[in-house]
T-cell receptor, first 113, second 120 residues
């Protein structure tokens, strides 16, 4: 069964450093998402991406964040200058079309020291 | 903006019992979808069941069923014959149907989750 993959599974970085989290969505999916989950809290929407542009973003997704689909398969989330409060699990998800389920990747655990 | 409320932070039942997890939501949208996701200790998000708001019939997936009350904005999950493997966090989620790009571009709004423990 096709699945969403994410790399790395765990990233440790120093405060102020840039990180890039990578995702490979399911190949025929059209909508791509990033979510984050701070430990013990709910999953929060960050951004959605469709037709090579951001279609919606939350208040969390400020100028420090950016997304890109550099080729036909990868979908990346970049955090330019990480803060301690960016420590969280980051989930990538993709969807084929309206109303179909979102398939989530296994997540990347980001630890900012 | 939508909000999703799960009022039960934790529930514990014996194996084989039936358990119901509650979820309420608030929205001014008329077209939307509702979902229940399961998150085991591995933290993978797994879809359990989904419900289209325009459908009156409650969704069912094997041991999992929902009680969708649109007027009351309630969407509870019933797990029958609970199993040890059902132990997990359960999140209720809302997705509105956006008019942008034919819909589907909006992300999910999640509740805070219910930690379900199935006791042997």
């Amino acid at each position: 069964e096709p699945e969403v993959t994410q790399t790395p599974s765990h990233q440790v970085t120093q405060m102020g450093q840039e990180v890039i989290l990578r995702c490979v969505p399911i190949s025929n999916h059209l909508y791509f998402y990033w979510y984050r989950q701070i430990l013990g809290q709910k999953v929060e929407f960050l951004v959605s991406f469709y037709n090579n542009e951001i279609s919606e973003k939350s208040e969390i997704f400020d100028d420090q964040f950016s997304v890109e689909r550099p080729d036909g398969s990868n979908f990346t989330l970049k955090i330019r200058s990480t803060k301690l409060e960016d420590s969280a699990m980051y989930f990538c998800a993709s969807r084929f079309s309206t109303g179909t389920e979102e398939y989530f990747g296994p997540g990347t655990r980001l630890t900012v020291l | 903006a939508q909000t999703v409320t799960q009022s039960q932070p934790e529930m514990s039942v014996q194996e084989a019992e039936t358990v119901t997890l509650s979820c309420t939501y608030d929205t001014s949208e008329s077209n939307y979808y509702l979902f229940w996701y399961k998150q085991p200790p591995s933290r993978q998000m797994i879809l359990v069941i989904r419900q289209e708001a325009y459908k009156q019939q409650n969704a069912t997936e094997n041991r999992f069923s929902v009680n969708f009350q649109k007027a009351a904005k309630s969407f509870s999950l019933k797990i029958s014959d609970s199993q040890l493997g059902d132990t997990a966090m359960y999140f209720c989620a809302f997705m509105k149907l956006s008019h942008y790009s034919g819909g589907g571009a909006d992300g999910l709004t999640f509740g805070k989750g219910t930690h379900l423990i199935i006791q042997p």
